[in-house]
């Protein structure tokens, strides 16, 4: 689920954080939000050329993210940077090395940042980029200029093509226009799996409980979320050792119309044929399907009768 135990590794400056002197590597540059199929296309081949070399797989990324940093807004989060590290790993990946990106980074050159970070701090014998990658202070490296600076310390560069179908190349941002669009179908096609959010469990008004419905009410989500609707999912709990299955369900995000309406937009998950407490607790929830938007309704037993259809379309959705 995800949960493997990855070496995330942090450094600043150049200087690793974490662990011991980083083990000579072939490593991939990006920022991987969301290790969507263009991401792992390169990730696989540099994984299969470290295997070929007898060098550990690893990954470079930043956190947090560059445009929040260069003036530019930061997108919405797809994955925190500890789900990144665990995705990286179930697909191989050794070492995951995460840079605070900061003032003085935005303004490193394109020649430090090869030369110190990735080959020197990192000891990449082979670079991976993607073909549209760039780096350093105003975006000025390219992949020609790591090529050299990596030819010329010994080890070497790759670029590899940008992963794509029939709507053009897979990528982050456009992941995040179908999830906000609430097809959540796509955003999976392009991801390779069902988008995922985490909260903690917190005390909401228990109106759900009074209807036979009991939910789960969200905080603290930190991941991008789709557009108000009534979706149907699959639920994890989140403990230390990792995740767990906790079962299928329903997730509704809006305002809640038909109670009152809320200035503030709610997250709120009936876990199917579970009973107990899970307060406190954080559910990572996997969006499979979108149900419906969110309407009002007359009145709490027109409610409590959709709710109950939207139950067995989810079921039916999830295969249950």
Do not use: W
């Not at 072939?26 to 696989?44: K, T, Y």
């Amino acid at each position: 689920m995800s949960d493997r135990p990855s070496a995330l590794f942090r450094f600043d400056g150049s200087t690793l954080l974490d662990g011991d002197p980083a083990p000579a590597c072939v490593l991939v540059v990006g920022n991987f939000d969301g290790v969507h199929r263009g991401h792992r296309a390169v990730i696989d081949a540099a994984t299969a050329e470290a295997r070929l070399r007898g060098l550990v797989p690893a990954v470079l990324t930043f956190d947090p993210h560059p445009n929040g940093v260069v003036g530019a807004a930061a997108p919405p989060l797809l994955t925190t940077i500890e789900r990144r590290a665990g995705l990286l790993s179930d697909i191989g990946v050794e070492r995951v090395y995460v840079r605070r990106f900061d003032g003085e980074l935005a303004q490193c050159s394109a020649e430090r940042f090869v030369r110190e970070f990735v080959l020197s701090t990192l000891n990449a014998k082979v670079v991976f980029v993607g073909e549209n990658f760039r780096f350093g202070a105003g975006r000025a490296g390219d992949f020609a200029l790591l090529d050299r600076e990596a030819a010329a310390a010994g080890s070497e560069a790759r670029t590899h093509v940008l992963a794509h179908d029939a709507r053009g190349p897979f990528s982050s941002t456009r992941v995040r226009g179908s999830i906000g669009e609430g097809d959540v179908a796509a955003a999976a096609h392009v991801l390779g799996r069902p988008h995922a959010i985490s909260g903690t469990v917190v005390h909401g008004a228990a109106r759900g409980r009074t209807i036979g419905f009991p939910t789960a009410n969200l905080a603290e989500i930190a991941e991008l979320l789709p557009a108000d609707g009534v979706y149907a999912v699959r639920v994890d709990v989140v403990e230390p050792s990792g995740a767990r299955r906790l079962g299928d369900g329903v997730m509704n995000i809006g305002v809640r119309p038909t109670v009152g309406g809320e200035r503030a937009r709610s997250v709120e998950v009936y876990v199917l044929d579970f009973m107990g407490d899970l307060y406190d607790q954080v559910l990572r929830v996997h969006v499979v399907a979108r149900l419906r938007g969110e309407q009002r309704f007359a009145g709490l037993d027109e409610l409590k009768a959709q709710i109950a259809r939207d139950v067995g379309a989810a079921r039916e959705a999830l295969g249950g």
